[in-house]
């Protein structure tokens, strides 16, 4: 018995296929029996991958002359869309010392740039300055502004085309209800997913307090800003301000050296309810006189702090704990922990003088210890280290993988800001050139959305039509297959016998054309 059917059946007008198959929205355009990926927004798209790669991947970004010191020019990333924003102050003579900006969408190592503007209101000398991804497209801004030398907050929005627009400036007040008139080094601290607000903490010159390290909170609804009032955390003035922002306990960890000699640690945390931010407590990592610059970054896989600084040219480090600390605000453990030379293979040093740039990054996708350094000639240095040793353990040490040095930088030269994370598991550093132009570089580590595969496509297809995927249980058309063998998906999207990282199953070919599709 049974149902015979002559002809097809239909289903809401469509006829129905034996061959599994499902109808989603492209995302961008898609080839034909080419691996796609669901996004999660519901839309098919093809496989995105980058290989490893370590360099200068852009054309200058800045077309005047920036300002010769680090907090002077930075940069931020939407880890969602890859838009990146630098802002700088400007010495060329066609803008005069003003804050300028410019949008850029990168894939992997290629920065697609939009046009190079003005960011502050007026034509008024531009200082220090800070900027942050507070969520998709949208950036937290922190500068002098308005045409009267004061500090403002102010949320920029960007798009696909590069451009942005602005919302309401705000005036940074001191303790008094005074405008501040210079921060020194500001530093952000915010998830980048659009909940929560922003930790900032920056030195004061003039007003009240003055010569103090100070924090505060910011809170933003669409493009408006409601700011905290200055909180004191310190009452010294900060040199070489430094901070790592960690995002499990809503907790921005500000690092600097105090007085010519000891690097100090303390945190500020956000809230949970109001504006007023809330100080941990402080710890002094290295008693001793003549230490220079120092970094400091949470590592939440080993769950440790990684603290490095320089004592006259021999750069140290140590692992330190988390501690609650007596404000229950939290505090960098001060117990233990040796103090340990950075020996990093090859010349087994990253010596250089007390002043030459330095930066500790962790990579979290890959649980990469990052370290970035400037010799006394002005040479750049990169190098990965793993952590050694028990979790939470503040004995913990690193390894350093020669394989993935790299040394001589020639465009990395005289000032660099503190690299920033990107989309895909990149890291982005700009630096001033020996020219005095603004140069992006970029660390790109393997990535891939292939994890993601739900079967090929059809046919081509193009950004917004309705394509027809065929999924597991259906067959493919493809070339050069090798019969009964089993084909991965690769993190760019091809296929081969072999599995990539992750491994993702393709199919197994029935034919030299044809591909049974797994999934």
């Known amino acids: 018995s049974g149902i015979n059917v002559t002809g097809s059946i239909n289903v809401n007008g469509s006829p129905l296929s034996a061959a599994p198959e499902v109808e989603l929205v492209a995302d961008g355009s898609i080839s034909a029996n080419e691996a796609v ?4 927004d519901g839309k098919a798209a093809s496989v995105t991958g980058f290989n490893s ?8 970004v800045s077309a005047g002359y920036i300002a010769n010191e680090d907090h002077l020019f930075q940069l931020a990333e939407d880890t969602n869309t890859g838009r990146m924003v630098a802002i700088w102050k400007s010495v060329s003579s066609g803008h005069g010392t003003r804050s300028r900006y410019r949008v850029g969408t990168r894939t992997g190592t290629t ?25 998709t497209d949208k950036f937290f801004l922190f500068y002098k ?26 005036v940074a007040t001191d303790q008094s209800n005074n405008n501040r008139g210079y921060c020194y080094g500001p530093q952000l601290g915010c ?46 003035q900060p040199e070489f301000l430094d901070s790592t922002y960690d995002e499990g306990r809503n907790t921005l960890w500000l690092n600097w050296r105090y007085s010519n000699n000891q690097p100090q640690a303390v945190p500020i945390k956000q809230p949970s309810s109001g504006t007023t931010v809330l100080v941990g407590n402080m710890y002094n990592v290295y008693h001793s006189s003549g230490t220079g610059k ?15 600084y320089r004592v006259g040219n021999q750069l140290y480090y140590k692992a330190n704990e988390y501690s609650s600390g007596s404000s229950g605000n939290g505090q960098v453990n001060p117990t233990g922990s040796s103090h340990l030379t950075v020996a990093v293979p090859n010349n087994n040093s990253a ?35 793993t952590a050694t040793g028990t979790v ?66 059809s046919a081509a297809y193009t950004n917004g039509q309705t394509a027809k995927i065929n999924v597991v249980g259906n067959t493919t058309t493809q070339s050069s297959l090798t019969p009964s063998q089993r084909y991965y998906v690769q993190n760019d999207g091809s296929l081969s016998t072999t599995a990539a990282d992750p491994s993702v199953e393709a199919g197994i070919a029935l034919s030299s054309t044809k591909l049974l599709i797994k999934g």
């Open 37 to 40: 990926i669901i996004n999660s």
């Open 392 to 457: 939470g353990d503040k004995e913990s040490t690193i390894t350093w993988d020669q394989s993935s040095r790299v040394d001589d930088f020639s465009y990395w030269r005289t000032y660099q800001a503190k690299p920033q994370y990107g989309k895909s598991s990149a890291i982005l550093s700009i630096n001033r050139d020996v020219n005095g132009y603004m140069k992006l570089l970029i660390k790109q580590f393997p990535a891939t959305d292939a994890d993601k595969f739900i079967g090929f496509s």
């Open 351 to 385: 010596n250089a003088g007390s002043y030459d740039d330095f930066y500790i990054l962790y990579e979290k996708q890959k649980k990469k210890i990052i370290l970035m350094w400037q010799d006394t000639s002005n040479e750049g240095h990169y190098i990965e280290g």
């Open 294 to 308: 120092n970094s400091l970054v949470w590592d939440p896989d080993h769950e440790v702090f990684w603290w490095f």
């Open 191 to 236: 998830k980048g997913d659009g909940t929560g607000g922003v930790l900032i903490a920056y030195g004061t010159s003039g007003g009240n307090p003055s010569g103090y390290l100070v924090g505060r909170y910011a809170t933003i609804s669409g493009t408006s800003i409601t700011l905290g009032s200055e909180v004191s955390v310190q009452a010294n």
């Open 145 to 170: 502004d308005g045409g009267d030398s004061h500090y403002y907050a102010r949320i920029m929005t960007t798009d696909s085309n590069n451009a942005a627009s602005f919302g309401t400036a705000v």
């Open 111 to 135: 920065v697609t740039w939009g046009t190079e503007a003005n960011l502050s209101d007026s034509n008024i000398t531009a200082d220090d300055m800070a900027i942050a991804a507070f969520d």
């Open 53 to 60: 790669s370590l360099g200068l991947h852009s054309t200058q």
